[in-house]
């Protein structure tokens, strides 16, 4: 696409923007064991950044409804208490000065429920360079289904064309893809770059800051503001 046209930025965020995904592996496998349920870190791992009953379901199969929300209501308490833990990966602020400076929308859209998404805000502490954030309260379905994406484009009055996605997992390049909007990975939430690009990603960088580094080759010249 042609940088020129590149309006928005959208960002998922754990493991994106905030190193948190052990920090969300840690708080899940302690649920599922209180559940009565042993699951492998690793597989855990692989599936965070989806819909949390969409996690919950490729670990644990089908469950009752009951079940699923009280191991959900686990994870979210234990990841809770995991909180303070939380920190923001390098330069994450400077990313968002410098889009917002360009004149080019920051919006987060995430598979977090609102709740955790206010953890996550405050460990960026960068507020006044976020344009809107959506979350997985936004939608029936967060991702892979690409709805989170479609009501972050909504929120900043982008055309999927006018739009580039940020994210480390293989459910946010899905999602993306199916929302129409060209994707970029990061290897900061641990995921390979062969699965990355294989799910849809057009390139991709370590961290924020390595993006930073390259914004130039996303973006082209600085847009007008």
Known sequence: MESAATRTVLFDVDGTLVDSNLLHVDAWQR?????????????????????????????????????????????????????PRLRRFDRVPELLETLDGRGIRVVLATSAPDDELRLLLEAIDADASIHATTSADDVETAKPEPGVIEVALERAGADPSEALFVGDSTWDMIAARRAGVTAYGLRSGGISDGELRDAGARAVYDDPADLLAHLDELLGEPTAT
Do not use: M, N
């Open 31 to 83: 649920a599922f064991t209180r559940c009565g349920v042993e699951v492998d870190s690793w597989r855990i791992h692989r599936a965070i950044g989806q819909d949390s009953a969409l996690l919950v379901q490729a670990l644990a199969g089908d469950r009752e409804p009951a079940w699923v929300d009280e191991v959900k209501r686990r994870h979210s308490e234990y990841y809770g208490e995991l909180a």
